[in-house]
């Protein structure tokens, strides 16, 4: 089943880099790795549904190549290509809010995804947080896809980055509630998002039923 | 309390000094006491200060007192310092080799302190304290910027095709001490000079199994002549620091015992076991 995801997020790629790519997957050593990681990062900043889902086709290359070399190369490529585009962030987001929004998206991904003993890469969680608090400021929060980012790299990796480092979260959270409470202008969508990102943390990174009820249910009429 | 970290600052003095003129068991002794990491320093200070009375023996004291907590907050200063500076790849790598060491030592010590309480058993029955076991736990390098250090040049050596070719040809229940390299043990306390020796020594050994070339042979009789023999005085004198215990043989045949069914070769002591069991959670 994971397999085939990857398939389909590889189809968007033209033949030469699908078959770059899945011979990467399975075979890490007979191919160029940098060339692969700057590849990924490339149509991570351009696609935001492969931001979402590029960070398990990262972990499955990087298994490959540590069990089959004990190598690293790809790791430390797309890390190294990540640090490089996160110092240029905000000239990115001046450029281009989608870019900066997929960069977000991926950067979360793969703190998501990558582990190292199973514990999240110390490396990342300040340029995380960063990136997140670059996206609660106000100016941000006056842009609904930027909230919108915000929120679901709060929902997918809130928890665990509270756990490596906690008083950055209520330093961000902060930031939050202040936004929500005193910022004029926001949009009524942006208002219950970070309404909803409150209460889901409040609530121990879980919502209640009701609270679930009260975010989700208007939708569905 | 005091009176006894006088004697042992003695022991380094004199360590200093007789080096090449005591026995064997002594300056393994003594080289124990200079080693911690801090000792740089610490030994210029003793070259100036060394006639005077009881207020440098204090001082000496406080220092010497040190050293198991002293190291802790320097090694973690400059690992993660580094580690900010390094970029986000070599940082992570860092992070991972950090994490595999700790894993080790942990490993080490359950170990070590498995080998322990067997040890124990068998010195109550004969009446004896447990002065030895302590020592063992002394003798457990925690410095953490040290051992990172040292798994770097570990993995400098095992990422070698002599290495794979080695750890292929000969497998581990055939290897003799002595005769086949052995991975230096990177949980014991050794002085830098000492251990850079084992490193040095372990890679010459590990190029008796390079990928055969026209002038491999060449190059490894090169590599042994160059060591010379004080390099290998040094290497040799610094590993019994077990034997110059009474209990050496008893200890010895419980650990072969209970750490590996290995057979061992009367001397190379249980550091060489433990160290076998533990390395090869790393390889």
């Known amino acids: ?221 | 309390m005091s009176e006894w970290t006088r004697d042992r600052r003695r022991d380094a003095h004199r360590s200093q000094h007789d080096e090449r003129r005591s026995g064997p068991s002594q300056w393994s002794h003594c080289r124990k006491r200079g080693i911690d990491g801090s000792l740089r320093a610490n030994r210029e200070a003793e070259g100036c200060d060394r006639e005077n009375g009881r207020h440098t023996d204090n001082s000496y004291r406080h220092s010497d007192n040190r050293h198991s907590s002293f190291t802790t907050p320097e090694s973690a200063g400059p690992v993660s310092r580094c580690g900010r500076q390094a970029d986000w790849g070599s940082q992570v790598e860092d992070d991972e080799m950090r994490r595999g060491v700790h894993r080790d030592m942990q490993r080490y010590r359950r170990r070590i302190l498995g080998a322990e309480v067997t040890q124990r058993e068998r010195k109550t029955s004969s009446g004896s304290s447990g002065s030895c076991d302590s020592r063992e736990g002394e003798n457990i390098e925690t410095d953490e910027a040290v051992l990172l250090r040292r798994q770097k040049q570990i993995n400098y050596g095992k990422n070698t095709l002599a290495y794979d070719r080695y750890i292929k040809e000969v497998p581990k229940h055939m290897r003799q001490p002595g005769v086949h390299p052995k991975t230096p043990n990177k949980f014991r306390k050794y002085s830098r000079r000492s251990w850079d020796q084992q490193i040095k020594l372990w890679k010459v050994k590990l190029h008796a199994w390079d990928p055969p070339t026209e002038d491999g042979r060449d190059n490894l009789l090169d590599n042994i002549e160059e060591l010379g023999l004080d390099d290998v005085m040094d290497i040799e004198l610094d590993f019994p620091t077990l034997s110059d215990s009474q209990n050496a043989p008893a200890a010895l045949s419980t650990h072969s015992l209970s750490l590996e069914g290995e057979d061992c070769l009367g001397t190379p002591v249980k550091i060489q076991k433990t160290e076998t069991t533990a390395e090869s959670d790393t390889v």
């Open chain 1, 1 to 221: 089943m994971e397999n085939s995801t990857e398939d389909y997020r590889i189809q968007s790629f033209d033949l030469d880099t699908q078959v770059l790519l899945k011979t990467a997957l399975k075979d890490p050593s007979a191919v160029n790795l940098e060339k692969v990681s700057n590849i990924i990062v490339d149509q991570s900043l351009k696609d935001q549904v492969f931001s979402k889902e590029a960070g398990r086709i990262c972990y499955t290359i990087v298994q490959a190549e540590a069990k089959q070399s004990n190598g690293n190369v790809f790791r430390r490529n797309l890390l190294n290509r990540l640090q490089q585009e996160f110092k240029s962030r905000e000239e990115t987001r001046a450029r281009s809010l989608q870019e900066w929004v997929c960069y977000v998206t991926f950067i979360c991904n793969i703190f998501d995804y990558l582990k190292v003993n199973n514990m999240p890469m110390v490396a990342l969680v300040h340029p995380v947080y960063d990136c997140l608090m670059r996206l609660a400021q106000p100016d941000a929060l006056m842009n609904e896809e930027e909230v919108d980012c915000l929120v679901l790299q709060l929902h997918r990796i809130g928890e665990q980055l509270e756990k490596v480092n906690g008083p950055r979260m209520d330093e961000l959270f902060f930031l939050l509630r202040d936004g929500f409470l005193l910022q004029e202008g926001l949009t009524s969508m942006a208002r219950l998002l970070l309404l909803e990102i409150l209460e889901f943390r409040a609530g121990g990174w879980m919502l209640s039923s009701t609270a679930h009820k009260y975010y989700y249910s208007e939708i569905a009429d």
